[in-house]
Antibody
């Protein structure tokens, strides 16, 4: 079992930023990618982007280009997603998931999810 | 983006029933399709990858088939623990998910 552990729930004001973390086992960082997927209540999951930690290479969904940054700290085996200029529409559960390095889209292990609430 | 359309959006079935869900892609995706199960408050769980391959540890009552634009997901004999929402997801292009099928108990 591969355990991805995410940071806790956040409440943010519109216009602010949020940074969510995802701690992964060592082999995930050296051999896999980590993708970020968010899900608003009652809606389908939405892929946001991914990082190959050993290379630092990132890919983003076009919708989030310029507003989302994914990073990875190899020393702590932790991946991060930062979302800026938050709006009410960014209220969602944010998941990290282990992914294949070559092609995004094989999410075989997931974090527990982090609820981000954007509220005035 | 490749659009994924699932049907039905919800269904009711009894324990032991055969359940079938379909997923249609807006363009051909080969067999670059996965199926996930999601229970309330939990992350999705990968069940089927590459259209028809059973993920390790997943019961054999789950199966998938199809290629190109049309795919099918089947539960051969519904069990109580299968009550959940199911999503298809393509990865021929950047990943996109279907709208989900909520499987409820009749």
């Amino acid at each position: 079992q591969v355990l991805l552990v995410q940071s806790g729930a956040e409440v943010k004001k519109p216009g602010s930023s949020v940074k969510v973390s995802c701690k992964a086992p060592g082999d995930t960082f050296t051999s896999y990618a980590i993708s970020w997927v968010r899900q608003t209540p009652g809606q389908r999951p939405e892929w946001m982007g991914k990082i190959i930690p050993i290379l630092g290479k990132t890919d983003y969904a076009q919708k989030f280009q310029g507003r989302v940054t994914i990073t990875a700290d190899k020393s702590t085996r932790t991946a991060y997603i930062e979302v800026t200029s938050l709006t009410f529409d960014d209220t969602a559960v944010y998941f990290c998931a282990r992914d294949r390095p070559a092609v995004a889209g094989h999410f075989d292990y997931w974090g527990q999810g982090t609820l981000v609430t954007v509220s005035a | 983006d490749i659009q994924m359309t699932q049907s039905p959006s919800s269904l009711s079935a009894s324990v032991g029933d055969r359940v079938t869900i379909t997923c249609q892609a807006s363009q051909g995706i080969g067999t670059f399709l996965n199926w996930y199960q999601q229970k309330p408050g939990k992350a999705p769980q990968l069940l089927i990858y590459d259209a028809s391959n059973l993920e390790m540890g997943v019961p054999s009552r789950f199966s998938g088939s199809g290629s190109g634009t049309d795919f099918t997901f089947t539960i051969s004999s519904l069990q109580p623990e299968d009550i959940a929402t199911y999503y298809c997801q393509q990865y021929d292009d950047l990943p996109t998910f279907g709208g989900g099928t909520k499987v409820q108990s009749k």
